[in-house]
């Protein structure tokens, strides 16, 4: 990857709020949410997905559980 895709992936104001909640402490999809609602991002789980899978995708491994 290069930086620019890095950076890319990054610039979108949600996934940097949830590579923050994240380097603080492992959280899955639900976490997440329910964190984000509390700072004013109501989103769909489904969409935090797949935010979520862009920054899996770009850069080092995120730390995010799986909810069965």
Do not use: M
């Amino acid at each position: 990857l290069t930086n620019y895709e890095i950076f890319r992936a990054l610039d979108d104001p949600i996934r940097g709020k949830i590579v923050q909640l994240l380097h603080k402490k492992q959280l899955n999809v639900e976490q997440i949410t329910r964190r984000l609602k509390k700072f004013g991002y109501k989103k769909a789980v489904t969409t935090l997905r797949h935010h979520i899978e862009i920054l899996k995708n770009s850069s080092k491994p995120l730390e995010i559980e799986e909810i069965s």
